[in-house]
């Protein structure tokens, strides 16, 4: 099946620092990508879906402003956590697909923000 | 606003016992389900998909159904092994919806020796 690789698999940060998480898509060309947030034991909460070389829609609550989403190529989208706080310590998971294809989910980023 | 309910939210079974476990959500309006597996601080591994017009999908030792109109699905874990113990997710693709996947809750499975 179709890989999704993230990188880092886990960050521990300064408060007041950024972080950048890449996604990518190693074997296929994602159209679009996906970026999840899921706290321990809850499921996964979409954040926001970016399409190759437009901005990307971010769901209802998300800050755009403090999670960027750069979705440059069809292999790549990075997401940096802005000006991180401990309230953003969380597991981050991104997923591709190609067209209407199924999603492919990366193995998730561990962020802890002391 | 499409909600996905797993319940149990948590099972513990003897080694070889056969398990249900059950997700519903709230909009049939659904291009298709999926069953994902997750082991503690891992990613998503893709179980099962059935489109909206199937009624089920059958891999190995798992089977799940589908039921479009009540709005339910039920994954089936035939001769459970230590080694199916994990968080087993549901999500559901709502149509017209971007193709987003809203995920259930989970139901965090346990197999005992």
């Known amino acids: 099946g179709a890989v999704v690789s993230q990188h880092p698999s886990r960050v521990i940060c300064k408060s007041g620092t950024s972080v950048k998480i890449e996604c990518r898509s190693l074997?296929?060309?994602?159209?679009?990508m996906f970026w999840y947030r899921q706290f321990p034991k809850q499921s996964l909460m979409l954040m926001a879906t970016?399409?190759?070389?437009?901005?990307?829609?971010?769901e209802q609550g998300v800050e755009k402003d403090k999670f960027l989403i750069n979705h440059a190529s069809l292999t790549l989208s990075t997401l940096t956590v802005t000006s991180a706080h401990p309230e953003d310590s969380s597991f981050y998971i991104c997923s591709a697909r190609h067209g209407r294809e199924t999603q492919y989910f990366g193995p998730g980023t561990r962020l802890l923000v002391l | 606003k499409q909600e996905v309910t797993q319940i149990p939210a948590a099972l513990s079974v003897p080694e070889g016992e056969n398990l249900v476990l059950n997700c519903s959500f709230t909009d049939s309006a659904i291009y298709n389900l999926q069953w994902f597996r997750q082991d503690p601080g891992k990613g998503l591994t893709s179980l099962l998909l059935?489109?909206?017009?199937?009624r089920e999908q059958t891999s190995g030792r798992l089977n799940a159904s589908l039921d479009k109109s009540s709005g339910r699905s039920t994954l089936y874990i035939a001769a459970s092994q230590p080694g199916d113990s994990a968080t087993y997710l549901c999500a559901v693709t709502v149509t017209g919806g971007g193709n987003k996947l809203t995920f259930g809750t989970g139901t965090q499975l346990k197999v005992e020796l």
């Open positions: 074997d296929f060309q994602a159209t679009t």
């Open positions: 970016s399409n190759e070389g437009s901005k990307a829609t971010y």
């Open positions: 059935i489109q909206s017009s199937q």
